[in-house]
């Protein structure tokens, strides 16, 4: 299995920027995908954004031409750099490891908030 850490949530206004960092340990060669899901309060986790180990991306359309994903899946760090940030962009964040050897399975790090308020 693999383990996940995040950094680099905190508290920023509307229109502000902020950068999350996610790195695994464990068996990062059995990584297959890398993501972010959010989760606000009283909603489903939701995916944000995921990059496969071949570079293919995936946004959520209420994010897309604001948040860019990054890394290297091969290494397990993942990174999403939020741009224009919105109070709705308010949530949890949690990195996402997918696995699909010896068992299709998920990996979760502890989640960072992200505040967006004036």
């Known amino acids: 299995q693999v383990q996940l850490v995040e950094s680099g949530g905190g508290l920023v206004q509307p229109g502000g920027s902020l950068r999350l960092s996610c790195t695994a340990s464990?068996?990062?060669?059995?990584?297959?995908?890398m993501g972010w899901y959010r989760q606000a309060p009283g909603k489903q986790r939701e995916l944000v954004a995921a990059r496969t180990n071949d570079g293919t991306v995936n946004y959520a359309d209420s994010v897309k031409g604001r948040f860019t994903i990054s890394g290297d899946n091969t290494k397990g760090t993942v990174y999403l750099q939020m741009n224009s940030l919105k109070p709705d962009d308010t949530a949890i964040y949690y990195c996402?490891?997918?696995?699909?050897?010896?068992?299709?399975?998920?990996?979760w790090g502890q989640g960072t908030q992200v505040t967006v308020s004036s």
């Open positions: 464990g068996s990062i060669f059995r990584i297959v995908v």
């Open positions: 996402n490891a997918r696995q699909l050897v010896p068992r299709d399975l998920y990996s």
